[in-house]
């Protein structure tokens, strides 16, 4: 069950981080959009926004054996050059330690992106993370 609802009990806040995931969205290629929000919903273990995510890249097209593969990028056949920079950075970025973000996961991304769309996938990168710190610890409950 979940424990607070966030957008009835901090509105502003709530609309605050809904403007950085509008600008987000109209930034970056939806399939790549959406499976960096996958990945990063599973690497934190958010259920709710896993299951959003999921259902979100279907509408969006995304086949559901790419879908799938999120979860293990590493050794799947189904993602190009391009989408192992942008899923490397969201891993690194998502599970961000002492170390930061060493300079061959950068130089691989900036390599695939220009600084306008790179900077617009860290700030992607970081939104899902603000929503996975925000439905975990609120238990927000995934779509029956």
């Not at 990945?39 to 299951?51: E, K, P, Q, V």
């Not at 054996?65 to 970025?93: I, M």
Request: aromatic share 8%; net charge negative.
């Amino acid at each position: 069950m979940t424990r607070m609802k966030l957008f009835e009990t901090h509105p502003e806040a709530y609309k605050a981080v809904l403007g950085l995931e509008s600008y987000c969205s109209r930034q970056i290629p939806r399939e790549l959009y959406e499976i960096v929000k996958l990945r990063a919903s599973i690497l934190n273990g958010c259920s709710f926004c896993t299951d959003m995510h999921s259902r979100d890249g279907i509408k969006a097209g995304i086949p559901t054996p790419k879908l799938f593969a999120v979860a293990a990028w590493h050794d799947s056949p189904h993602f190009d050059d391009r989408e192992r920079a942008a899923l490397r950075l969201t891993d690194t970025v998502t599970k961000l330690g002492a170390e930061g973000v060493p300079d061959d996961v950068w130089d691989e991304a900036a390599a695939q992106f220009d600084e306008t769309l790179l900077g617009d996938l860290l700030f992607a990168i970081a939104t899902i993370n603000v929503w996975n710190r925000l439905a975990i610890p609120t238990q927000l409950e995934p779509q029956a």
